[in-house]
C-alpha cells in the first residue's frame, strides 16, 4: 500500500475486495470485531478502516510535510466528490453505499483528516490533556462516530446520545492504549502524546522524546495514562449494557482486546517502552470465543 493521495482507477476494480485486502494486511486488532458482522455492515466498517489506514499512512510516511499535505488535501477534495457521488479511489468508491445506508456524517471523515493533519505538521510532544483529548476525538472518536452509525443501524435500544458517548469514551480508551503502546515508534517520529500535566506529575524531568523514554519516572506517567484508559473502559462496559448485543458486541471485542494490551503493558512496567507488546492470536480467538459468540 503506498501512501499518496487519492487518484483515478479503473471504475471497473473491484473496491470492496481492496478494502477488504487492506483489513487484512493490516494486522489490526479492530479486524477480529469486524469479521463476525454481517456482510453489509462488515463491509461498511471495513472500508472506513481502510480509509483511516490510507490516510493515516500518510501521516505516518516518509515524505516531506508538504507533500503530505498536499496528499491529504487530495483526500479532503475526495471526500467532497464522495458525498457529491462522484469518488474516484477504490476507498470512496467502497464507501459511496454505506455513507446512503447508514447516513455516514462527512464531518466525521473530515475530522479524521484532522488529526492526520495535526501529525503531519510535525512532531506532537507533550500536549495538554486538552490538546490530547482534543486529538483523540479526531483520530478515534470520529472513527467510533462512524462505526455507531453502522452497528447500531437498526436498534430500538441505542439512543442517539449514548451512541454518541460510547464512541467517543471508548475511542479515547482505544487511542490512550495505542499511545502506551507505540511510544518508542512515536519517539522515533519525533513524537510523544503523554500529557504535559501527567509529565509533570509523575515528576519526569526529560524534554525530547527519546530521552523521555529513558527517563526513570516514565513508568510512573505511564501508569497514570494507563488508569484513564480504564477508566475509559469502564465507563464503555456501562454503555454498553444500553445496548442490544447484537450492537454491542464489535465494541466489546474490541475494548476487550486493547484491555489484554493494557494489562501486558502494565505487566511490564514500562521497562522497555521501544518495544511494541502484541496479543498472541490464540489470545485473541478466545477473546472472540468469549464475548464474540458465546
Given amino acids: 500500500m503506498t501512501a499518496a493521495g487519492p487518484r483515478t482507477v479503473n471504475q471497473g ?14 494486522g489490526s486488532s479492530f479486524f477480529w470485531g469486524m469479521r463476525l458482522l454481517p456482510r453489509e455492515r462488515r463491509e461498511a466498517i471495513y472500508a472506513v478502516y481502510a480509509y483511516c489506514r490510507e490516510v493515516d499512512d500518510i501521516a505516518d510516511g516518509d515524505a516531506p510535510d508538504s507533500v503530505k499535505h498536499r496528499q491529504l488535501a487530495e483526500w479532503r477534495a475526495e471526500v467532497e466528490r464522495l458525498y457529491a457521488g462522484t469518488p474516484t479511489h477504490p476507498v470512496t468508491r467502497a464507501l459511496a453505499a454505506p455513507v446512503r445506508r ?16 495535526r501529525d503531519a505538521r510535525g512532531g506532537i510532544v507533550a500536549p495538554t490533556d486538552a490538546a490530547l483529548r482534543s486529538y483523540c476525538r479526531q ?32 475511542g479515547e ?18 513524537r510523544l502524546y503523554l500529557p504535559e500535566e501527567v509529565l509533570q506529575a509523575a515528576g519526569v524531568t526529560a524534554r525530547e522524546p527519546r530521552d ?71 489470545t485473541k480467538l478466545w477473546i472472540v470465543l468469549r464475548h464474540g459468540i458465546l
Fill in 13 to 26: 476494480g473491484d473496491a470492496l475486495q481492496r478494502v477488504e485486502k487492506t483489513v487484512r494486511k493490516s
Fill in 102 to 117: 447508514f447516513g455516514l456524517p462527512k464531518e466525521e471523515l473530515l475530522a479524521i483528516l484532522d488529526g492526520m493533519e
Fill in 139 to 170: 483520530v478515534a472518536g470520529a472513527v467510533g462516530m462512524l462505526a455507531m452509525h453502522i452497528f447500531a443501524d437498526g436498534d430500538t435500544r441505542a439512543d442517539r446520545a449514548t451512541c454518541e458517548e460510547l464512541a467517543i469514551t471508548l
Fill in 173 to 190: 480508551g482505544l487511542q490512550l492504549t495505542n499511545i502506551l503502546r507505540d511510544l518508542g515508534d512515536d519517539a522515533a517520529r519525533g
Fill in 212 to 282: 523521555i523514554l529513558r527517563d526513570p519516572a516514565l513508568p510512573a506517567a505511564c501508569a497514570m495514562l494507563a488508569r484513564t484508559a480504564r477508566q475509559r473502559f469502564a465507563r464503555s462496559r456501562a454503555l454498553m449494557e444500553r445496548l442490544d448485543k447484537g450492537t454491542a458486541r464489535p465494541c466489546r471485542l474490541m475494548l476487550e482486546i486493547y484491555a489484554r494490551i493494557l494489562d501486558t503493558l502494565e505487566t511490564s512496567g514500562w521497562r522497555h517502552p521501544e518495544r511494541r507488546v502484541r496479543v498472541p492470536k490464540w
